[in-house]
């Protein structure tokens, strides 16, 4: 929940302004990025952005407590976040106050509040952010080992990820995880890893006024000449030339 500030929120393949009051809940492994406006990032400014948020894995639940008749609401709530969803309708102001008091309880209350957020978020009405051909896209494997190392990109790719750390999270040897990625996905691993950062980018590029360089560093770039490089081989023009693209459709 944004409680001060404003600019552009992206999610998945959207991308929209957000506000004071704006509310949305993400799944797990779904890109996303906030991007203040202009105000809030010159020097000695004194305007700033802030929020509250809530952060959960859905096996705090068990396995099959969300599968009982009353926690239906709960159990849609969750599967639909997968796209994330933006908050609105009548009880929003109900869950924006539960929000509020999380912190002032203890861990089994706040417990009890986290679900009554997740019912009242049902009851309330939402609209679905990322496509749903996004999600497919993004997000279908035949591999669990391969999905395991997917989220794992998802969540980090702001980070230095290494082939190193990854094939050990499935068990693996570097080289036979190597050879399996490749056989799973079509990709090498740091051509994958590429392909995710890129991904990103473009929309960073396309729903922001953010400098180039800055959004290589958002993507887990650390040198510019590097990022520009990986852009050209993958979207085959360099990311000036693609946002100039961009504003010339929207001129036409």
């Not at 400014?45 to 068990?62: L, N, T, W």
């Not at 706040?110 to 993004?138: C, H, M, P, T, V």
């Not at 799973?184 to 960073?204: A, C, M, P, Q």
């Not at 990311?239 to 459709?249: E, H, I, M, Q, W």
């Amino acid at each position: 929940m944004i409680t001060n500030g404003s600019g552009k929120r992206l999610v998945g393949d959207h991308g929209e302004n957000f506000k004071e009051g704006d509310l949305v809940l993400l799944g797990g492994f779904l890109p996303h990025a906030w991007i203040p406006d202009d105000k809030y990032l010159l020097p000695n400014s004194i305007a700033y952005c802030e929020s509250i948020y809530v952060q959960f894995k859905k096996d705090i639940f068990g396995s099959y407590f969300v599968d009982i008749p009353e926690l239906k609401g709960v159990r849609k709530i969750l599967l639909a976040s997968e796209r994330g969803l933006k908050i609105t309708g009548k009880h929003k102001e109900t869950i924006i106050q539960l929000l509020k008091e999380i912190p002032e309880h203890s861990p089994f209350d706040q417990l009890l509040k986290l679900l009554k957020i997740l019912d009242l978020i049902n009851l309330s009405g939402f609209q679905s952010l990322a496509s749903e051909g996004y999600l497919k896209k993004s997000f279908f494997f035949k591999s669990n080992r391969i999905l395991k190392v997917h989220e794992y990109i998802m969540e980090n790719y702001q980070k230095e990820i290494s082939v190193e750390v990854c094939s050990e999270m499935v068990n693996m040897t570097v080289s036979s995880f190597c050879r399996y990625f490749k056989k799973e996905t079509g990709y090498t691993f740091t051509n994958y890893l590429n392909k995710v950062r890129i991904d990103f980018s473009k929309k960073l590029l396309a729903n922001t006024d953010l400098p180039i360089k800055e959004i290589g560093f958002e993507c887990g770039y650390n040198s510019v000449p590097y990022f520009n490089k990986q852009f050209k081989k993958i979207v085959h023009i360099s990311p000036f030339t693609y946002r100039k693209s961009l504003n010339k459709n929207e001129q036409n």
